[in-house]
């Protein structure tokens, strides 16, 4: 089997006694998990990479009492589940220890939320990932990050009935990745052009994934699919080749965006507006209503958002932006 194949994670072999003698070696850990653009316009749930901000905070300890708690969540405005069977970090570290054999471990979570929810940033990826590295860490790294992938895919399935790979895969690994299949999980890193950085905008109106999902069309034209994996080999190409031109040219998506580009204010104005002040591409992070444009160096990055949130702000739409080079570490402890 070659590198980049996946066991799916009940597959995977654990030594429940290596297992236990390195979790007593840590505590209590802090970590942080990127937000990540998926789809990239035209890989919709197979492309996606991270970005350095925003991102979560988790918070974990171990207990002596088995199970896993919630213990607080902050940033949230009360709009997220202390129940550690709803919540998406809890869940998901629950099914990471069923899995390595660990039921009789007891943890405690924080949770604090530094990014906004339903923004299209992956914002419950970075928490899941938080989470799972945390419990990751902890148990002494019996997991590598690759075998992570499938315990916060349950995760994005709790949060929005679909087990997408596309934000967690990013967040996890870092850069930019390709889901190449599913089933069987195949996740490839791919290599980030040196000097890229992402501009973003999030309009601050609410769509959820959930719903965003719900409106696209499960039947596509065969012309279209055509000039999509057109488009994903020509963008999977340009990163390889360093090509920006050629990156550019393949963030064109002609199967989703028509739909959902309705639900963001201002949408085809931004996109002007990102193209006329030198961006490389433009299009919708994940399901919006954020949306993000790729350019060659931070400044250009500045300029559009700047100039993106001045019109959002005259359409009386409130908006946050953020500017980021590509994220290559995925979580890190902090
Ligand atoms: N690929 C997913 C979607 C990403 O577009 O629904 C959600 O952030």
Redesign the pocket.
């Known amino acids: 089997m070659s590198n980049n194949n996946l066991n799916l994670a009940d597959d995977l072999a654990i030594d429940p006694e290596k297992a236990k003698s390195q979790s007593e070696k840590l505590g209590a850990i802090r970590v942080f998990a990127p937000a990540t653009v998926?789809?990239v316009v035209c890989g919709?749930?197979v492309l996606?990479f991270a970005v350095n901000e925003p991102g979560d905070e988790v918070e974990m300890r171990l207990t002596d009492t088995p199970g896993v708690v919630i213990k607080r969540i902050t940033g949230d405005d009360g709009r997220l589940p202390l129940d550690a069977a709803k919540n998406t970090v809890s869940a998901s570290v629950q099914h990471y220890l069923q899995h390595v054999n660990r039921l009789d471990v007891g943890v405690e979570i924080e949770l604090h939320k530094k990014m906004p929810i339903g923004s299209?940033l992956?914002s419950s990826?970075a928490s899941t990932v938080a989470g799972l590295f945390a419990i990751n860490k902890l148990m002494g790294d019996l997991l590598s990050p690759k075998e992570l992938v499938p315990f916060a895919m349950k995760g994005e399935e709790l949060a929005?009935g679909?087990g997408?790979a596309?934000?967690v895969a990013p967040a996890i690994l870092g850069g930019f990745v390709l889901v190449r299949s599913y089933e069987p999980l195949d996740v490839i890193s791919l290599p980030t052009p040196a000097g890229m950085y992402a501009a973003i905008v999030y309009p601050e109106v609410d769509v959820p994934?959930k719903d965003?999902?719900q409106m696209i069309r499960s039947k596509v034209l065969l012309k279209d699919a055509v000039t999509q994996w057109g488009n994903v080999a020509g963008l999977v190409s340009g990163l390889f080749m360093n090509d920006f031109d050629l990156i550019g040219r393949s963030m064109k998506d002609v199967l989703?965006e028509p739909t959902r580009s309705i639900l963001i204010p201002g949408f085809e104005e931004m996109r002007a507006i990102a193209m006329e002040n030198g961006a490389i591409g433009f299009g919708i992070?994940?399901?919006g209503p954020s949306v993000f444009a790729l350019t060659k160096d931070e400044g250009t990055a500045k300029k559009i958002t700047k100039a993106q949130q001045q019109h959002l702000h005259k359409i009386n739409i409130n908006s946050k932006a953020y500017v980021s080079s590509v994220n290559a570490e995925g979580p890190r402890v902090i």
Do not use: E, K, L, P
């Open positions: 998926a789809n919709f749930d996606g299209g992956g990826s929005c679909y997408h596309d934000n994934t965003a999902r989703v992070s994940g399901s």
